[in-house]
């Protein structure tokens, strides 16, 4: 396990420093933003004044080791726009991010995992052949038009639920969360929902796919022959050898759930770190940005290498292969 751990180690090494060349340097070649930092009357000495503090005088490649010299001491550096450091701003969005992801990914477990189980052992009955065929929506939908149809059912006409922000929030050890109010889990089902929709019909499909092959398989049949309750042979036979796939895919969901909320969040005016993104792209606050990027795939390489332990764990003969 220890060769294991050490290999994923140094692939997400390698893994942060491609992004943050591709992406400091992609990020660079996007505007101008002492355009939108210095008013348009500002002398020239100005600007010059501005060019210099901010860094952007040097050339590019000097910015970057500079940056990458002082990201390895944890310092990302400072938001053009707001003055203060990147990671700061980045830091006081993820609990908002973090109860939202956390909120879809229950609900993806909790109504994507029975209704596959469901879809798998009915697969040749009504119920799952439209389970299967409703699942198709989840895919197909897409994210910001599903959101604005959440928004009028229940916001607008229904007003069962509100439409945007975040609710009240208490300060739980001096993070501010709103999973402890009431107001608070009423904004988050509208979003947390809208963001579960896809990952649901995902589960749900791989679950179903699982059973179905499960139930042919030898060990499922020799289980029925010995004389073993139905729901033992799911639980313990069935659902058991299906949980590998299945616990990765949630995995790394769960990343890509951290990362590509930007949408959602937007759509709802949540103030996590996607819709700063958002509202940082638009002021090219280059550092806000590339500070976010790398911040999201370190997050999205560490979930990465739990589940592959996790899967590890599970399969014992994937550390059997890594060994060899």
């Keep these: 396990m220890l060769i294991f751990i050490l290999r994923r180690l140094m692939q997400s090494l390698f893994v942060l420093l491609a992004v943050s060349l591709v992406v400091f340097f992609a990020v660079y070649a996007v505007g101008d933003p002492i355009e939108l ?13 501005m060019i210099r503090r901010l860094g952007l005088d040097l050339p590019v490649w000097q910015q970057y080791t500079s940056f990458l010299f002082r990201a390895l001491q944890g310092d990302l550096g400072n938001s053009f726009v707001h003055g203060v450091p990147a990671i700061e701003l980045i830091v006081q969005r993820i609990p908002a991010t973090l109860e939202l992801v956390l909120v879809a990914i229950t609900l993806t477990i909790v109504i994507g995992i029975p209704l596959g189980l469901l879809a798998g052992l009915r697969n040749d009955q009504p119920t799952g ?16 038009w599903q959101g604005m149809v959440l928004i009028l059912c229940f916001a607008v006409w229904l007003r069962w639920l509100p439409a945007a922000g975040r609710g009240d929030t208490v300060a739980v050890f001096g993070v501010p969360l709103s999973l402890v109010t009431a107001d608070g889990w009423k904004h988050v089902m509208l979003p947390a929902v809208n963001l579960a929709l ?11 796919t699982g059973v179905v092959d499960a139930k042919t398989q030898e060990y ?3 289980a029925r022959a010995k004389g073993l309750k139905p729901r033992r042979i799911l639980t313990r036979h069935i659902l058991r050898n299906i949980l590998i796939p299945v616990v990765t895919v949630i ?19 949540w103030p996590g770190m996607g819709k700063l993104l958002i509202d940082s792209i638009y002021q090219l606050d280059r550092p806000v940005v590339v500070a976010y990027v790398m911040l999201v795939t370190f997050i999205f390489v560490m979930i990465n290498m739990l589940v592959d332990m996790l899967y590890a764990a599970l399969d014992p003969r994937v550390q059997l292969q890594e060994s060899e």
């Design 198 to 208: 896809a990952n649901i019909a995902l589960v749900l499909r791989l679950t179903a």
């Design 37 to 49: 930092l210095v008013n348009a009357e500002a002398s020239e000495a100005d600007r010059q004044a």
């Design 251 to 269: 995995g790394m969901e769960f990343g890509s759930l951290i990362a590509y909320s930007t949408i959602t969040e937007t759509v709802f005016a």
């Design 129 to 144: 052949r439209g389970l299967m065929a409703g699942s198709v929506l989840g895919f197909s939908l897409p994210s910001f």
């Design 220 to 222: 499922v049949k020799f």
